[in-house]
């Protein structure tokens, strides 16, 4: 495992939207569950009941934060097992209800993996589910025209809309108040999701998801632990269970709930929640002065999308001649963490679908990279930055 050791060069931490690091109020709030705590919350006795009051008071808040009823809350082990189970699960419950019939899932084109894999899958595993991808413009916004024009060509047939909260990549906030209205007025039927694993770091999801039917979100996003995460299932929405078992969370997740996890879950949120505003105003200046700083430093950089469209922590520019794995790399050695776009699991970088999808060249996406600013960003950071970046690329481009 990698460490600050003597001699390294300071850490200059600029990943928050790959994971953020973990808060103290939130390993706090998870110490009990390492040790004293560990009954098996859906048991009888002392421990259990220790337990699952833990977990029902973790429910109870994070239901509180997301705008939901605590029955709606479906723990699961992340963002990906969320986005999954929402649009398996959903495809796979329209389809029992009508087998055979056609059923058609509409995403846009620059969700994440989680979804996009999804959808994919579904519809080879499912008979009868096409995909339909709708895209984005130049700053990454989610074309509503050609939605309406998809719902109205399919109709009925219609069971899922899944479009973002805000993007991975470059940040870019969705217009999902539109597409709630659109879908509802043209598709009646369709259930709708959001995945908001990376806006619930800076936007107050009760208040800009509550139309939505089913939402995602991940802890380790905002400063909570990996490998803990919940869907938002809006009462009366049918969905099938991923995981079959012991019939937890109400038969829509079988497994040993994760206490620790959705303990640490709700003291993310709730710190967030406490801090948003300030955090935005503080971060959003930093991130600003972070892109403005390096788009008068280094010749010939772009910036994907315009700040406005854009969560506070994002800052994606393209340094045109160089390539993004080199400079990812250059920048790690001067201890600037920094992330070129989606990695997958073999820590290979693949061709940004996203930017593709904004129309972006190819020549230009190579040379991309994402700045993610958080709750541990501060001045300094910003400062180191500016300091070493222009002289990496400059290093690259020579
Ligand atoms: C938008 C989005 N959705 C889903 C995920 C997956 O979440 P997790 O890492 O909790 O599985 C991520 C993580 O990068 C994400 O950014």
Redesign the pocket.
């Given at each position: 495992m990698d460490r600050q050791t003597p001699g390294d060069p300071p850490l200059t931490y600029l990943d928050h939207?790959?994971s953020a690091p973990m808060r103290d109020e939130v390993v706090e709030a998870m110490a009990p569950f390492a040790s004293g705590v560990f009954g098996h919350p859906s048991g009888h006795h002392r421990q259990a009941r220790a337990a699952r009051q833990a977990l029902e008071e973790a429910r109870d808040r994070i239901a509180e934060l997301l705008g939901a009823a605590p029955r709606e809350v479906v723990f699961t082990s992340?963002?990906?097992?969320a986005?999954n189970l929402a649009v398996i699960g959903v495809l796979g419950a329209v389809v029992r209800r009508r087998p055979g019939e056609p059923a058609a899932v509409v995403s846009s084109s620059v969700e994440?993996a989680?979804v996009l894999e999804a959808c994919r899958v579904a519809s080879a595993r499912l008979g009868g589910v096409v995909h339909e991808r709708v895209g984005v413009d130049s700053q990454g916004l989610f074309d509503l025209t050609r939605l309406a024009q998809t719902l109205e060509d399919l109709r009925g047939d219609v069971a899922l809309v899944t479009v973002?909260l805000a993007?991975?990549e470059v940040g870019t906030v969705q217009p999902l108040g539109e597409v709630v209205a659109l879908t509802r007025s043209l598709a009646p039927q369709a259930v709708v999701h959001t995945?908001a694993?990376?806006a619930a770091a800076w936007l107050d999801v009760a208040q800009v998801a509550s139309g939505v039917d089913l939402v995602?979100v991940?802890a380790?996003?905002l400063g909570g632990p990996k490998g803990a995460?919940a869907l938002v299932v809006r009462e009366g929405t049918a969905i099938e269970p991923l995981f079959v078992g012991g019939g937890q969370e109400r038969e829509r997740r079988s497994g040993t709930h994760d206490v620790a996890g959705a303990v640490g879950l709700a003291a993310a949120l709730a710190a967030v929640a406490n801090e948003r505003e300030a955090e935005s105003a503080r971060v959003g200046a930093l991130r600003d002065r972070l892109a403005d700083g390096l788009l008068h430093a280094v010749p010939s950089v772009i910036e994907v999308a315009e700040r406005k469209f854009v969560l506070p922590g994002h800052c994606h520019l393209c340094f045109s001649g160089v390539d993004r794995e080199e400079l990812v790399l250059l920048l790690d050695e001067a201890g600037v963490c920094v992330s070129a776009g989606a990695a997958c699991a073999s820590g290979a970088l693949e061709p940004s679908h996203v930017l593709a999808a904004m129309g972006v060249p190819a020549p230009i996406a190579r040379g991309s990279i994402r700045f993610s600013l958080g709750h541990t960003t501060a001045a300094e950071d910003v400062e180191r930055a500016l300091a070493v970046v222009p002289e990496a690329v400059a290093r690259l481009r020579g």
């Open positions: 939207a790959a992340g963002g990906t097992e986005d994440h989680a973002m993007n991975n995945d694993v990376q995602s991940s380790h996003k995460g």
